[in-house]
T-cell receptor
Framework: SAVISQKPSRDICQRGTSLTIQCQVD?????MFWYRQQPGQSLTLIAT?????????ESGFVIDKFPISRPNLTFSTLTVSNMSPEDSSIYLC???????????FGPGTRLTVL | GENVEQHPSTLSVQEGDSAVIKCTYS??????FPWYKQELGKRPQLIID?????GEKKDQRIAVTLNKTAKHFSLHITETQPEDSAVYFC????????????FGKGTHLIIQP
């Protein structure tokens, strides 16, 4: 399976600021996704990060709030913009390839907004 | 969109007994159903998955069954061990693993010694 890393692992941010989270995979992958896991809750898909084109966002998530980049087949970033305490969550990226046809998750970024 | 319901939210079993977690999904086009185990502070780990062309799949003490007609799938863990204690999530998607996953709310499995 692909080895996925995320940076930072955790951060504490002030209201109104933005944070960019990086996701790095150790091999080329076809698909990358971003999920949010609020404290004690399940995972919710934010968007599919498309290589070379705009991300595809799920209902309730918009590009202005969560801009996503995917410059190549091993790397993606998620920015949480103009943060509020409600954005405090764990943000996880995942990847998929046709070889295994399964999604593997990164370790997550624990974000606290004060 | 897809909706995945998962029950129970908490399950406590004696060590050595079996545990069963059940999920239902709403979209008949869904064709891929993975199960993830998440320990506290860790990432979700895939433990088993099943696709819509298969009714049952087993991997050692873990098995998953799928009833497409009822839109229902279940995780079965036999001979439970303390290390099985974790939160388990079911999920569904329409495009295999290549599609974004819709998750159930999770089941906190507690193995009593």
């Amino acid at each position: 399976s692909a080895v996925i890393s995320q940076k930072p692992s955790r951060d504490i941010c002030q209201r109104g600021t933005s944070l960019t989270i990086q996701c790095q995979v150790d091999s080329q992958v076809t698909m990358m996704f971003w999920y949010r896991q609020q404290p004690g809750q399940s995972l919710t898909l934010i968007a599919t990060a498309n290589q070379g084109s705009e991300a595809t966002y799920e209902s309730g998530f918009v590009i202005d709030k969560f801009p996503i980049s995917r410059p190549n087949l091993t790397f993606s970033t998620l920015t949480v913009s103009n943060m509020s305490p409600e954005d405090s969550s764990i943000y996880l990226c995942s990847s998929w390839t046709g070889v295994t046809d399964t999604q593997y998750f990164g370790p997550g970024t624990r974000l606290t907004v004060l | 969109g897809e909706n995945v319901e998962q029950h129970p939210s908490t399950l406590s079993v004696q060590e050595g007994d079996s545990a069963v977690i059940k999920c239902t999904y709403s979209d008949s086009a869904s064709n891929y159903f993975p199960w993830y185990k998440q320990e506290l502070g860790k990432r979700p780990q895939l433990i088993i998955d099943i696709r819509s062309n298969v009714g049952e799949k087993k991997d050692q003490r873990i098995a998953v069954t799928l009833n497409k007609t009822a839109k229902h799938f279940s995780l079965h863990i036999t001979e439970t061990q303390p290390e099985d204690s974790a939160v388990y999530f079911c999920a569904a998607s329409k495009g295999g693993g290549a599609d974004g996953l819709t998750f159930g709310k999770g089941t906190h499995l507690i193995i009593q010694p």
